[in-house]
């Protein structure tokens, strides 16, 4: 066998030590890149979410993303929206767009919860 010397040990060791804080250090990239992708991920399925249930309808989709990539806790964001009742929906309120129709609909509607009893 072949001995190695102390001086090619120390080598060695060096370029082991340098090895290890590289990889080190890509690895602590690649991790953080991935929690990235998954953050941006969990944002536009919360911001899917909110359109399918009209909330912030004002806004468009990608708005929507810019307010939760500023969000403080994405936790209480994504709960409040799966918490959340579809919105725009209006009682009494004509669904196939003839003229007045709707409004007698409404107004026998308004009658029977405040009177309890259906208008004649």
Known sequence: MDKISHQ????LLKQAGASIRTLTQKYSGALKKVAEFE?????????AEMETKHL???????EKL????????????????KLASPQGI???ESVDGEGNGGSDAKGALETFIFQGDAPE
């Not at 953050?39 to 911001?47: C, L, V």
């Not at 307010?67 to 409040?80: G, H």
């Open 66 to 81: 810019a307010q939760l990539r500023t969000a403080k806790d994405l936790n209480v964001t994504e709960e409040a929206v």
């Open 8 to 11: 090619q040990v120390q080598a």
């Open 90 to 92: 209006k009682l009494g």
């Open 39 to 47: 953050r941006e991920d969990r944002m536009r399925k919360i911001a």
């Open 56 to 62: 912030n309808a004002d806004l468009t989709y990608e």
